[in-house]
């Protein structure tokens, strides 16, 4: 799915538009949390085609966006990062949105049009 479909789905605005090219990228997964040591460990590849879900809002979820390479991240419940961290995405090239949808419905909507979750092959 597009990320401009993705967007208009989950009537998300942006925070940081940081990378125009990537509105027209196909995203075909995505990763909901808000333990960045779970994106860490679970994102293992296909990060070009990642979308990471969450609410939490500091420069942690930029950091680990840089750390596996996602440019799209979707805040859910309405959050918004403060201005600091939109200067350190806009330097990153990380595209910011925020949707007023909970993480669940945020993830069911995405899922419901072909935006499969991360596989994880095994529980430890």
């Known amino acids: 799915m597009k990320a401009l479909d993705i967007i208009e789905l989950v009537k998300a605005e942006p925070l940081a538009l940081c990378n125009e090219r990537r509105l027209n990228h196909d995203y075909s997964l995505a990763f909901a949390t808000d333990l960045m040591s779970d994106a860490l460990a679970m994102i293992q590849d296909n990060f070009d085609h990642t ?29 918004r990062l403060p201005e600091s961290s939109l200067e350190i995405a806009e330097d990153m090239g990380i595209n910011l949105y ?20 991360i596989h994880v092959n095994s529980l430890t």
């Open 98 to 117: 925020s949707t007023r949808y909970t993480m669940y419905e945020t993830c069911g909507l995405l899922y419901q049009n072909g935006v499969k979750g």
């Open 51 to 79: 979308v990471l879900i969450t609410g939490l809002c500091n420069d942690q979820v930029l950091r680990t966006a840089e750390m596996l390479d996602i440019e799209f991240v979707i805040f859910v419940r309405g959050k």
